[in-house]
C-alpha cells in the first residue's frame, strides 16, 4: 500500500527536479548568448523582445481604427454606428474584407521586417507572429484557415524561406487554426515591388496568384486570412485576394505586423 503514495511524492520531486534542470539550462545558455533587442541588439532581460528604447519607438495601432484597412483613426465613432470604416476605405475600397497590423511601418518595425526578411533572422518571427495573433484576435476568432503570401519557386529557393509561412506557422499555433500553404500559389515570377508606384506595383502583380484547381473545393466558402510581413500600396495582398475570392473564398481578411500608415516608413516589397 505504501507503493502508490511513494510514487506520488516522487511525482513533485522529479517536476521541480526537471524545473530546476531548465532554469540551470537557460541560465547558461544566457551566460555563453546573453539575450538581446529583437531590433537593436541591445541587452534586455529575456530573449525575444524588445528593449524599453525600441519598444517606444513602436507605433503599435490600437483602437480606434478603420476596421476595413486597419488604419488609425483621429477619434471612436459611436458603437451603435456599427464598426468605424475611414474615408480612405470608402474612397477605395480594398479586395479583402479586414486588415489588421501590430504596428504602423516605422523604424523599429521595419528593422524588424528587415531582420526577418532579408537577415535570415528566423528568430524573430516568433514573437513577431505571438504580437500578430495577439493585434488579429478578432478576424482570427472564426476564421477557418490561414493562407502566407506565397514566395516564386525560383525565389524561395534564393531566400530558402518564405517569411510569411514562417509566421503564419506560429499565428497559427497560437490561434489555433491550420495554415493552408497550398491553397494559394504565385503562378509566375515578378519584380521587386520596391520602387514602384503605386499604379505599377498592381499592374506588376496583377494575375500573379492562382488557386490551384485541387485546393478549390476545400476552400469554397471558408473564412480566410492572408498572413504577410508588412503591407504598404495593399497591391499584392488585393491580388493575393482577389484570387481567393475567384475561387470561392467565403470571406477573405489579412494579418500583418506592420502596415504604412499615410505614406510614412517607405516602400518595402
Request: charged residues 25%.
Given at each position: ?27 547558461l ?24 528604447s ?67 533572422r528566423l ?5 513577431m ?15 477557418d ?27 497559427g ?42 485546393a ?17 500600396t ?36
Amino acid at each position: 500500500m505504501d507503493k502508490p503514495l511513494e510514487a506520488e511524492s516522487a511525482l513533485p520531486f522529479a517536476a521541480r527536479l526537471a524545473g530546476a534542470a531548465r532554469v540551470a539550462a537557460r541560465g547558461l545558455v544566457d551566460f555563453a548568448l546573453p539575450p538581446v533587442c529583437m531590433a537593436c541588439r541591445a541587452a534586455v532581460d529575456q530573449p525575444g523582445c524588445l528593449c524599453a528604447s525600441c519598444w517606444r519607438g513602436m507605433e503599435f495601432i490600437e483602437r480606434p481604427y478603420c476596421d476595413r484597412l486597419g488604419t488609425p483613426l483621429p477619434y471612436d465613432s459611436d458603437p451603435l454606428d456599427g464598426p468605424a470604416v475611414s474615408s480612405a476605405a470608402l474612397a477605395d475600397p480594398p479586395a479583402y474584407a479586414r486588415a489588421r497590423a501590430v504596428a504602423a511601418f516605422g523604424e523599429v518595425a521595419r528593422d524588424l521586417v528587415h531582420a526577418l526578411k532579408y537577415a535570415d533572422r528566423l528568430d524573430v518571427a516568433p514573437p513577431m507572429a505571438r504580437m500578430m495573433a495577439r493585434a488579429g484576435a478578432d478576424i482570427l476568432d472564426d476564421a477557418d484557415a490561414l493562407i502566407p503570401v506565397p514566395l516564386h519557386g525560383l525565389r524561395l529557393w534564393r531566400r530558402r524561406f518564405n517569411q510569411s509561412a514562417a509566421l503564419a506557422k506560429v499565428v497559427g499555433r497560437e490561434a489555433k487554426i491550420p495554415v493552408r500553404t497550398s491553397w494559394l500559389t504565385r503562378a509566375r515570377a515578378t519584380v521587386p515591388q520596391v520602387g514602384l508606384d503605386r499604379a505599377a506595383r498592381a499592374q506588376n502583380v496583377a494575375g500573379a496568384f492562382v488557386v490551384p484547381a485541387a485546393a478549390r473545393a476545400e476552400l469554397r466558402g471558408r473564412r480566410v486570412v492572408i498572413v504577410d510581413d508588412v503591407l504598404t500600396t495593399g497591391a499584392t495582398i488585393d491580388a493575393c485576394a482577389k484570387a481567393l475570392t475567384r475561387a470561392g473564398a467565403g470571406r477573405v481578411d489579412v494579418l500583418v505586423f506592420a502596415r504604412v500608415v499615410d505614406g510614412r516608413g517607405g516602400a518595402i516589397s
